[in-house]
């Protein structure tokens, strides 16, 4: 597997930006069209574009599947456009893709896309892949902060940079809003996956999450078990989601 680490300007904030990714390198004698699946790992609030590959063993999970993994940095934007701030939603879902398929070998193919996050990268994975169903075959949270309603008066003043002064709840931010036109959505829908640590702080949150997306259908697979919300936790769970994700045959020449 490489490693890369990618400074870039990008057009969208205005400012340079920067990505981890771990690519699976060429075998010999492999063709030079491969396309590789990928899985694009949303940090939390605290985090930044590195913080999944000093904390965790992802290299080596996501070497054993084959699988590209790219690590956009957003600050603690909540994977939002910014009202007083950086379109980082653009950025996420615009930018980052095509900066990342331009190089290197990633396939377009959604049933070779996945997301997936934790914490606020939690909520930003399942944002992505409920606003934009027709892009992923899967989409995993990971101690997500799912309830952003009720993260508002821990953030109120970061939350007023955010989203303005308008109201969250059943709006586009809102994931319960969303997962109710998720359910409705008439194409393919991305596979969900969601867990959480039973000490962890936002265990109701993602138990209101859970209910909700029960009620409506949704294909979701949810585990918990003792954790709280640390990186000893996460570390086995994204090795666990990795394992999940449902891989499609390999492109070739």
Same mark, same amino acid.
């Given at each position: 597997?490489?490693?890369?680490?990618?400074?870039?300007?990008? *057009?969208?904030?205005?400012?340079?930006?920067?990505?981890?990714?771990?690519?699976?390198?060429?075998?010999?004698?492999?063709?030079?069209?491969?396309?590789?699946? $990928?899985?694009?790992?949303?940090?939390?609030?605290?985090?930044?574009?590195?913080?999944?590959?000093?904390?965790?063993?992802? *290299?080596?999970?996501?070497?054993?599947?084959?699988?590209?993994?790219?690590?956009?940095? $957003?600050?603690?934007?909540?994977?939002?456009?910014?009202?007083?701030?950086?379109?980082?939603?653009?950025?996420?879902? *615009?930018?980052?893709?095509?900066?990342?398929?331009?190089?290197?070998?990633?396939?377009?193919?959604?049933?070779?896309?996945?997301?997936?996050?934790?914490?606020?990268?939690?909520?930003?994975?399942?944002?992505?892949?409920?606003?934009?169903?027709?892009?992923?075959?899967?989409?995993?949270?990971?101690?997500?902060?799912?309830?952003?309603?009720?993260?508002?008066?821990?953030?109120?003043? *970061?939350?007023?940079?955010?989203?303005?002064?308008?109201?969250?709840?059943?709006?586009?931010?809102?994931?319960?809003?969303?997962?109710?036109?998720?359910? $409705?959505?008439?194409?393919?829908?991305?596979?969900?996956?969601?867990?959480?640590?039973?000490?962890?702080?936002?265990?109701?949150?993602?138990?209101?999450?859970?209910?909700?997306?029960?009620?409506?259908?949704?294909?979701?697979?949810?585990?918990?078990?003792?954790?709280?919300?640390?990186?000893?936790?996460?570390?086995?769970?994204?090795?666990?989601?990795?394992?999940?994700?449902?891989?499609?045959?390999?492109?070739?020449?």
């Amino acid at each position: 597997m490489a490693l890369i680490h990618c400074h870039f300007y990008s *057009e969208t904030l205005k400012t340079g930006s920067s990505l981890y990714a771990i690519v699976p390198e060429p075998k010999r004698g492999e063709g030079p069209n491969r396309k590789l699946p $990928v899985l694009y790992l949303l940090h939390g609030i605290a985090d930044d574009h590195s913080a999944w590959v000093r904390r965790t063993s992802v *290299e080596k999970y996501a070497a054993k599947r084959g699988i590209a993994v790219v690590m956009p940095a $957003v600050g603690r934007s909540f994977y939002t456009d910014m009202v007083y701030g950086p379109a980082y939603w653009t950025f996420l879902t *615009e930018e980052v893709p095509f900066y990342a398929r331009s190089l290197f070998p990633l396939s377009d193919r959604r049933e070779d896309n996945f997301v997936a996050g934790l914490s606020m990268g939690g909520y930003g994975a399942f944002k992505w892949a409920m606003r934009c169903p027709e892009t992923f075959a899967a989409a995993a949270s990971l101690s997500g902060a799912l309830d952003v309603c009720s993260r508002k008066k821990h953030f109120e003043n *970061e939350f007023r940079l955010i989203f303005g002064d308008a109201e969250i709840e059943g709006s586009v931010h809102d994931l319960f809003r969303l997962a109710s036109d998720f359910a $409705v959505f008439p194409g393919p829908k991305p596979k969900l996956f969601q867990c959480c640590g039973t000490e962890d702080y936002l265990y109701q949150d993602n138990i209101r999450f859970l209910e909700h997306a029960r009620r409506l259908g949704l294909d979701l697979t949810y585990e918990e078990e003792p954790g709280i919300h640390d990186w000893y936790y996460w570390d086995k769970k994204i090795e666990r989601v990795i394992e999940w994700l449902p891989l499609s045959a390999p492109v070739s020449d």
